[in-house]
């Protein structure tokens, strides 16, 4: 049986995504499933595989991108158990989830609840438990508290968002003009970055508990000093380098780091993931589970903005890159 996948040959711009079509379905060895994949994201980090210039990626094309996935159990290799044919899962697959079938270590896939929608499902995965790691492990946010989020109209800054206001958080989002009232219907005060200077507006309301930025650079330097005494900074990325706007990931993690050796008050933290998910499995596979039940019960409702078909990866990629998504782009593999 035939099957097929969205490759890259090379690194570079949306034009080198191509759809191909394989001849056999692959084979699932000891320990591993065969998934059939009915969501991956569409996601800034895919772009960033795509050109070669996420930091810590070492794979080299061909390769097909694709960070996340839900999908139904197809086939059990040897000594697999616990998993049931037709049971519908999620894993963070990194690279590979742009494909109709995948094969994956038994050991990493987390249920999905039966229901479940499954674009809103894989919505979860990686920009949800992002945002709830972040909060909760990382920032340990507290009920009623203070945040400003980065980013506020994209996949992760909704989903700050939204878990946010079940802590009935007191939420600043940066976002363009555009996204306004996305960002006001989420909870949050709208800061359009811009016409506006963010660190003059939450100082005026006295600074933040937490600041959850993205950006990297001098803008990481900024959002520390948005913190009130006890406040802690969230840098979980580096889009400005990796839109060519300068800057060096390593340096700009090593200054997070030293300041907090810095008599203020005040703490920067990184985070990725992808590493932490290496150095806590069991927290990735409670927090997912978590957010699945909180899915099923209706207290978030991922932002999508719209569903593709897996051979228009290519559109999805030019719409994230250009900015034009609020929210985030799910590719539905099979219905």
């Known amino acids: 049986m035939s099957y097929k996948k969205v490759i890259l040959k090379e690194f570079g711009g949306p034009e080198v995504l191509q759809v191909v079509t394989e001849e056999h379905l692959p084979e699932p060895d000891a320990g591993e499933v065969r998934v059939k994949v009915l969501a991956t994201s569409a996601t800034f980090t895919d772009t960033l595989v795509r050109k070669g210039i996420d930091y810590g990626f070492k794979e080299t094309p061909p390769l097909s991108p694709g960070y996340d996935m839900v999908g139904v159990v197809d086939k059990l290799g040897a000594g697999v158990s616990g998993l049931n044919i037709g049971q519908m899962v999620a894993d963070l697959t990194v690279w590979g989830a742009y494909s109709q ?4 270590p038994a050991s990493g896939l987390v249920s999905v609840p039966a229901g479940l929608d499954p674009a809103e499902a894989v919505s979860m995965v990686l920009s949800y438990v992002t945002a709830y790691q972040m909060l909760h492990r990382v920032a340990r946010i507290r009920r009623w508290q203070t945040i400003l989020v ?3 109209g994209g996949a992760v ?4 968002l939204q878990l946010g206001a079940l802590l009935d958080l007191t939420m600043y989002g ?3 003009a555009a996204k306004r009232d996305l960002v006001k219907g989420l909870g949050a005060t709208h800061i359009d970055y811009a016409a506006e200077d963010f660190l003059r507006r939450v100082q005026a309301g006295g600074g933040c508990d937490a600041v959850f930025d993205f950006i990297g650079g001098e803008h990481f330097k900024r959002s520390f000093q948005a913190l009130k005494k006890g406040g802690v900074l969230v840098a979980y990325g580096f889009y400005d380098n990796a839109m060519g706007k300068g800057g060096n990931v390593v340096v700009d993690f090593a200054k997070v780091a030293l300041w907090n050796i810095l008599p203020n008050g005040r703490r920067a933290r990184t985070y990725s993931i992808g590493d932490w998910r290496k150095k806590h499995p069991d927290w990735f596979k409670e927090d997912l589970a978590a957010l699945f039940g909180l899915l099923a019960e209706g207290r978030v409702r991922p932002v999508i903005a719209r569903r593709m078909k897996l051979e228009e990866a290519a559109e999805a990629h030019r719409l994230i890159e250009q ?5 985030r782009i799910v590719l539905v593999v099979h219905e």
């Open 101 to 104: 079938y995948m094969l994956r």
């Open 150 to 152: 980065h980013g506020a």
């Open 157 to 160: 800054g909704t989903a700050l």
């Open 174 to 176: 940066t976002a363009s």
């Open 323 to 327: 900015a034009a998504v609020q929210g």
